[in-house]
């Protein structure tokens, strides 16, 4: 009796009825693995069984190695000697289970198609990448001979835990796919992989920098083998996936072999929707100049960039005296001829051809193609080439030319111009590399799967296998993670715009000032209530904000009031954009203060730095955290003289217009003029000192404390010595965020570069920095969804676990009773950008709290806190997931279903646990329908594809 792993058994080995010796024997053999020693087992069994056979000792298969076809452990020299030319060096590197069970031919496959394009492959194999054999090896033979591209056929992240990732040798790194499932489901599904081959091998390598390329085999049945009676099952490779994995591993070799002025590089800007005004809207990016920033970046670098354009203006001056998708017959620069684009189009896929002609007909009537007398006729291109840089408009995927057919379609398949375009680039401009500059373009939107790509499927069909970099905004994972994975792109993040606080303007500056001024009446001066009332709410209808608080036909004047009051904080105090991000550029001056205010608003972490800067200086004056207030409630705490005498904002001072304030003492006489047509001239208040006008709300508050904040960060203000916790948070912007923040612009030209260089773009989170997520900067790196594992993060879980708090007292107060049940939505972009604030949410709701592993930050479980901790009933929670979030977080769903069974599992009242007494009264009425009890312990918890917990009627009928 044998172990099934490597690890002896002595129970085992007592209970077996063969020596001791040969029982090591047959284990190590086992344990070994590989033909040669599974061989071996079967001589020595029948050996020990009465037949008389030759055998071996089992022989030790090194955890890390060399491997080529045909060989049994072929060394560096012998590897060498089966290379044909000089081209890159490209290892392959693989588990050594596949060694071990001989199922090696997706690896014999792709040293077979590098081969034939004059590559040198080094297939390796290793036990695992973290193993010390493994790392050693391959330092050596990286030393040895320098890779150009590394193919990567193993899984997991080595970064994740914290290790030091041995093929991180500064050149790219694909990362190829054994998948676990079959081809026919690949090829007939549009998931692409399954979602443990997902998670192992896609969103943990693209930690460590991996570049997704292709799925290159699957599992299938190799036969039966009549002498064991078992149905053998390996990998087999797919030819054209090979294929392709092999044409981009070269073309990554290629450009990276190029000096910088034989490279010929494309950058495309977005236009969508396809009106001209909206040609290059790269979100939250100012393309134009990003674009000249580049261009300039190049020409430094030793590209030829020719005659550029001398700023963003005078490129947009260019572009638009061409082609465009709103002008598709103005004059063009270049173009492709319709004999090419014939000869391109019949290289595609059948599948496709018919598709694209199913759908928009024949070449001919594409409104960009330009019929010649002379010719074939001509597909304009809409862009320009300087030197050896192409500029070009992205054409339009068909939305515009029957808008009633195809408004939004998903899968809609792109017109003749499109492809032609991009047949242009990779035939006659010959392009080695392609640049999306901005989110977001609409080539990773085509139709097809949603990874490991197939030839029919159209991000492939278009781009094919060149190498692809996209500039993108670094607070959007989920849509990036779409280039990275459909459209094999190195991600370049980039800064977000420089925020500030929205503040009050206008209409709603005046309407603010009215209602200060309305609630002063009611202190003093009772007459101008009526009046005040009145106008307030005709402005408020005037500018149409009454329908956005919600305000009624007739509903009370003090309620519709207490509304608008309320509307106008919370949209005062929203982070709103101030400009665009330009590629290569920092903010600075007052842009870079209110942006480190805007990242420093939010807590990070435990650590006194990781404080809010807003709650650490509320802290610091002795005041209640006035972000944990309705922005509208009045205050009714401290009013320290540091924030009466800060002249908070420009909207602020705006809104207090020409009110005077002078000290008397602990007196404050303030000059209150009346905006209100028919009132009395403006009469003088004297208030005790913190009640001005512009101090009323826990909203003012906040204004205040920003103000204050904005100016301790700019240096215009000074923190006090006794402020310890502001002075922490200080010392952490001047230390680590400002530096961050202001090297943003240098390390995101530097990623392009390097990219273009054919080097490694090093990896890095993404997310938002302005909530709770600073890790992110700088920016330039090539961005990573999450690790799914470590959500939700311990700040989110405050942040989450502070929304879920508000929300239960904000119900309460409204209802005069705690909430029972909520649904709440959660999706995967969204819980990427914020580290899992929405899941923590509802595990807050349930009163449950994530368990963190403290090296890695993986959550590792939950801790069920006590209803006495609680303060209050908990919340049944049902969520509705996305798509996305199912197949991108299997982990959360999982760890969110066993919190839900653990809490249903409670024994707690009715009153404090309401999901335990739903669940109970399900399963009575279950079984009293004849239900077998287990079964009916089981029905009411179990979850949709959608719906994660429970679908439940309010009768008897269970719907699963």
């Known amino acids: 009796m044998l172990p099934g792993d490597d690890k002896p058994d002595p129970e085992l080995a007592r209970l077996s009825t063969v ?12 344990a070994e693995g590989g033909p040669a020693n599974a061989e071996n087992f079967l001589r020595y069994a029948a050996d020990l069984s009465g037949n008389p056979t030759k055998w071996a000792e089992p022989a030790p298969l090194l955890r890390a190695g060399l491997y080529w076809p045909g060989y049994a452990l072929p060394s560096l020299d012998e590897i060498a000697q089966e290379w044909r030319g000089s081209g890159a060096v490209v290892p392959i590197v693989f588990y050594r289970a596949l060694v071990q069970s001989g199922n090696t031919a997706p690896v014999d496959a792709l040293v077979q198609a590098l081969t034939g394009r004059r590559l040198r492959p080094l297939p390796v194999f290793v036990q695992s990448l973290k193993d010390a054999e493994a790392m050693a090896l391959l330092a050596d033979l990286f030393a040895a001979h320098p890779p150009a591209v590394i193919l990567n056929a193993t899984g997991f992240s080595v970064g994740a835990s914290g290790g030091e990732d041995p093929l991180r040798t500064d050149c790219p790194i694909l990362q190829i796919v054994f998948s676990g499932g079959d081809e026919e489901a690949w090829r007939a599904g549009t998931r692409g992989l399954g979602p443990r081959d997902l998670a192992m091998n896609v969103a943990l390598p693209e930690i460590d920098g991996r570049i997704l390329a292709r799925a290159v085999s699957f599992k299938a049945p190799l036969g039966r083998d009549p002498e064991t009676e078992a149905d053998l099952v390996g990998y087999r490779p797919v030819a054209d996936r090979v294929a392709f994995v092999a044409d981009l591993a070269r073309n990554w070799a290629r450009l990276r072999a190029k000096a910088p002025a034989e490279r010929r590089i494309a950058i495309i800007l977005a236009n969508y929707p396809n009106r001209d005004g909206r040609i290059g809207n790269g979100v939250g990016l100012d393309t134009p100049q990003s674009a000249i920033n580049l261009l300039r970046a190049l020409r430094d670098a030793g590209y030829r960039v ?14 638009l005296a061409g082609p465009t998708n709103a002008r598709p017959q103005a004059p063009f620069e270049e173009s492709l001829s319709f004999a090419e684009y014939s000869a391109f189009f019949a290289s595609l896929p059948a599948a496709v051809q018919q598709r694209v002609s199913a759908q928009w ?35 339009a995927r068909g939305y515009n030319l029957d808008p009633k057919a195809t408004y939004h379609d998903p899968a809609l398949v792109p017109p003749h111009s499109y492809l032609a375009a991009y047949a242009w680039l990779a035939d006659s401009f010959r392009a080695d590399a392609v640049i999306d500059l901005g989110k977001h373009g609409t080539l990773e939107w085509l139709p097809g799967k949603a990874l490991a790509l197939s030839a029919e499927c159209f991000p492939e069909a278009v781009l094919g296998p060149l190498p692809h970099l996209y500039p993108f905004i670094v607070n959007d994972p989920g849509e990036g993670t779409q280039a990275k994975r459909r459209a094999q792109a190195v991600i370049i993040d980039h800064l977000t715009p420089p925020l500030t606080r929205a503040g009050s303007y206008g209409a709603q500056a005046e309407l603010e000032r009215l209602i200060d001024e309305y609630y002063d009446a009611l202190r003093g001066d009772p007459r101008r209530v009526a009046p005040l009332a009145a106008e307030i709410l005709e402005r408020a209808r005037a500018a149409g904000i009454d329908r956005d608080c919600a305000i009624a036909p007739g509903e009370d004047q003090a309620q519709a009031l207490r509304k608008l009051d309320g509307f106008l904080c919370e949209l005062k105090d929203l982070q709103i954009r101030d400009g665009l991000h330009v590629l290569g550029e920092s903010p600075e001056g007052e842009r870079l203060d209110s942006l480190l205010l805007a990242c420093a608003r939010a807590r990070r972490g435990s650590d006194p730095g990781d404080q809010s800067l807003i709650r650490a200086l509320a ?51 303030v000059e209150v003029p009346s905006p209100v047509r028919g009132l009395a001239p403006a009469a003088t208040l004297s208030r005790s000192a913190g009640e001005g006008l512009a101090w009323r709300t826990a909203g003012d508050t906040i204004e205040r404390l920003e103000a204050l904040a904005l100016g301790l960060i700019s240096g215009t203000a000074r923190a006090e010595a006794e402020w310890s916790q502001t002075r922490e948070v200080l010392h952490w912007i001047e230390r680590e965020l400002r530096p961050a923040v202001t090297s943003c612009g240098a390390a995101e030209i530097a990623g392009v570069l390097t990219g273009l260089d054919g080097h490694f773009v090093p990896p890095g989170p993404s997310g938002a920095p302005s909530r709770g997520r600073p890790d992110v900067l700088p920016t330039g790196r090539n961005f990573y969804s999450v690790d799914t594992r470590a959500v939700p993060t311990p700040a989110a879980w405050q942040l989450g676990w502070h929304s879920a708090s508000l929300l239960v007292e904000r119900y309460a107060q409204e209802h005069g009773s705690y909430p029972k049940r909520l649904a709440l939505s959660a999706w995967g972009t969204a819980n990427m950008r914020t580290g899992g604030d929405d899941i923590a949410q509802a595990l807050a709701l349930l009163g449950v709290r994530p368990v963190w592993e403290t090296a890695s930050g993986r959550v590792t479980g939950f801790e069920i806190l006590p209803a006495s901790v609680l303060d209050r009933p908990r919340v049944d929670v049902t969520l509705r997931i996305s798509g996305f979030f199912r197949d991108a977080f299997p982990g959360l769903i999982d760890l969110f279903d066993s919190a839900v069974r653990a809490v249903a599992a409670l024994d707690e009242p009715a009153d404090i646990n309401p999901l335990a007494a739903s669940v109970a009264a399900d399963r009575q009425a279950l079984e009293a329908t004849g239900i077998a009890s287990d079964d009916a312990a089981r029905l009411p918890r179990l979850g949709s594809m959608g719906l994660c917990r429970r679908w439940r009627r309010p009768r008897r009928t269970p719907i699963v």
């Open 306 to 319: 020719g005659d550029m354009p001398e700023d963003g203006a005078a490129l947009m001056r260019r572009l």
């Open 19 to 30: 020596p001791r010796q040969a029982w090591r024997r047959l284990w190590r053999c086992l």
């Open 619 to 669: 802290i610091d004056l002795g005041l209640d955290d006035p972000l944990a207030f309705d922005p509208a409630e009045p205050w009714t705490g401290p009013r320290p003289k540091i924030l009466l005498a800060e002249s908070p904002s420009p909207a602020l001072r705006e809104r207090e217009g020409p009110i005077a304030q002078r000290w008397e003492g602990e007196s404050l006489a």
């Open 361 to 395: 007909g024949s070449a001919e009537r594409d409104p960009f193609f330009h019929p010649s007398r002379l010719t074939c006729g001509d597909f304009a291109i809409p862009g320009f080439r300087t030197g050896n840089v192409a500029v070009l408009v992205q054409p």
